[in-house]
């Protein structure tokens, strides 16, 4: 970033008042006398979200069980036409992305199709930073194949304890391994991982490769299918601001769609014929054929609302705004936090293209600092040991409320 910034907070209200996405802020419903930067963990409601799950209230009151078909908003496609919904901002065809499940059930199903493992190729490869779910997924997959966790999933290890050396993972990517699982985004550090680049390496030696995208979409642009992504799955309750219980997504590239879906269910067949309840399973060729079970209609309402808000706002400039958020933020971190007697640390990236949405601040006394922090009502999240999360959203963040965030951590110092 170019932009150069001044530590006042004159100029924190100035880059508020020049930002083309400010008027977002009051669609949606803040926290009262907070300043809520946790959208990495839990996404705010906006009012058009509200609106469309009360709408599909008011189906079930006024349809009953006919809401499945009903003309405007048939229950029955829901799960796809949120797809649809979502395929642009992630780089894919309607066809190939899905809203279903829950993320570590979109891991279960995607990674026992995706994992079969020959004599040669048996492993898979993972991190050990990833967020746990996903290596407690992982592990018994390897079980369920008969093998041993302790052999057969491979963890790329961190040097620092904060970041992957992309080099390493590709040097990991050896000929033992049949897949390579990877969050896009470290739910610690918030480093972006190079996508692209680490899909291109293992493709080139024969290797399958899936994303968890749950740190990236909705704040980071993708593009799936440019990448040649094998399959992806991510939350909605984060940048997408879904709320708790949204389904989650799952993509899978038009070139595996005749392969067989490991955990079958009647929802992934195929549409035009569900209900002929033949006990012959016909898988639909889409990523719709991984879906298992009925869709969870109330809890996935938020999303068409989440989603119009994301497209309306424009996913590319929501990512050039939270990178000028976290951009802002490490400059006040270099000028107000990282001398004596503050001792912060950096734990995010410094290059933009390998940050996501938030950063990492590091502190000897971060349990002690976090919780004094939420004693000012900013609402931000602690990941032991030592880094207090802060995640500025570009729909409804201010400058104002950064810098107001950091003078609040210098007085708590201060005030030892
Ligand atoms: C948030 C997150 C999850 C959450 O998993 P759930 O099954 O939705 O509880 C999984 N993986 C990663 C990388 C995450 O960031």
Redesign the pocket.
């Known amino acids: 970033m170019s932009d150069s910034y001044e530590f006042s907070i004159d100029h924190a209200k100035k880059l508020d008042a020049d930002d083309p996405l400010n008027h977002l802020r009051e669609h949606f419903f803040i926290p009262r006398d907070s300043i809520y930067l946790n959208g990495n963990s839990l996404g705010l409601l906006s009012k058009e979200a509200a609106t469309t799950v009360l709408r599909v209230l008011d189906e079930w009151k006024n349809l009953g069980v006919q809401g499945w078909l009903n003309e405007e908003n048939p229950w029955f496609f829901q799960a796809e036409n949120l797809g649809k919904k979502i395929a642009p901002i992630i780089g894919a065809k309607p066809e190939e992305v899905v809203a279903t499940g829950?993320?570590?059930?979109n891991l279960h199903s995607l990674v026992s199709t995706f994992y079969q493992p020959t004599e040669e190729r048996n492993k898979i490869l993972a991190d050990e930073l990833?967020?746990p779910?996903?290596i407690y997924a992982l592990q018994s997959q390897v079980k369920l194949k008969g093998l041993d966790p302790k052999k057969h999933l491979k963890l790329v290890k961190s040097e620092d304890g904060r970041t992957l050396d992309e080099a390493r993972i590709k040097r990991a990517i050896t000929k033992d391994v049949a897949l390579v699982i990877l969050?896009s985004v470290l739910?610690r550090s918030g480093q972006l991982l190079d996508i692209e680049g680490i899909t291109k390496n293992a493709h080139n030696k024969g290797v399958l490769i899936g994303w968890?995208c749950?740190?990236s979409v909705g704040v980071v642009p993708h593009k799936f299918d440019e990448w040649n992504v094998d399959f992806a799955f991510w939350?909605s309750y984060?940048y997408l601001n879904a709320g708790p219980g949204a389904s989650?997504f799952l993509y899978v590239n038009e070139k595996h769609f005749d392969k067989e879906s490991a955990l079958t269910g009647w929802f992934g067949y195929v549409k035009e014929k569900q209900f002929e309840m033949n006990l012959h399973f016909e898988q639909a060729k889409s990523a719709g054929g991984w879906q298992i079970s009925s869709p969870a209609i109330i809890g996935s309402a938020t999303l068409e609302g989440a989603l119009n808000v994301i497209l309306r706002a424009g996913i590319e400039n929501i990512r050039h705004k939270s990178m000028k958020m976290t951009a802002y933020l490490i400059y006040l971190f270099d000028n107000l936090l990282a001398e004596e007697p503050y001792n912060f640390t950096l734990g995010t990236p410094r290059m933009p293209n390998q940050r996501g949405g938030h950063i990492a601040l590091e502190h000897e006394d971060a349990q002690r600092i976090h919780e004094k922090l939420l004693e000012e009502n900013v609402i931000h999240d602690f990941r032991p040991p030592n880094v207090i999360r802060i995640t500025p959203c570009a729909l409804y963040n201010t400058f104002t409320e950064i810098w107001q965030t950091v003078s609040k951590l210098r007085k708590i110092i201060d005030e030892e």
């Open positions: 829950t993320t570590t059930i990833n967020f779910t996903d969050p739910f968890d749950s740190h939350c984060k989650a």
